[in-house]
């Protein structure tokens, strides 16, 4: 099994910054890609930002230029740093990796339990 702990989220105000962290850890042969999602109330969750083993990033279309998605391997983490925030970008947000428990297995999805992000003045 895989557990994906996140840490980071909180309060801030709008325009400022906070850093999500996200640790993987369990049976863990290989990560292909690792990143994070987000939910705000009443809306379908979303792309954030993910990367992928070669080191391939993607961005949410609101996140451009304001989010910056960063991985370390060797570690099975991926961090999130998070500036300009606005209110829309209240949510509550998911870390998410494809696994590899084992070599020559299938990879498999997992979700982290997920950290509050809220922007407020």
């Known amino acids: 099994q895989v557990q994906l702990m996140e840490s980071g989220g909180g309060l801030v105000q709008p325009g400022g910054s906070l850093r999500l962290s996200c640790a993987a850890s369990?049976?863990?042969?290989?990560?292909?890609?690792m990143g994070w999602y987000r939910q705000a109330p009443g809306k379908q969750r979303e792309l954030v930002a993910t990367i992928t083993r070669a080191g391939i990033i993607n961005y949410g279309d609101s996140v451009k230029g304001r989010f910056t998605i960063s991985g370390d391997g060797a570690a099975n983490t991926v961090a999130l740093q998070m500036n300009s925030l606005k209110p829309e970008d209240t949510a509550v947000y998911y870390c998410?990796?494809?696994?590899?428990?084992?070599?020559?297995?299938?990879?498999?999805?997992?979700w982290g339990q997920g950290t509050q992000v809220t922007v407020s003045s």
């Open positions: 369990g049976s863990i042969s290989r990560i292909d890609t």
């Open positions: 998410n990796a494809d696994v590899q428990s084992q070599r020559y297995y299938p990879t498999s999805n997992y």
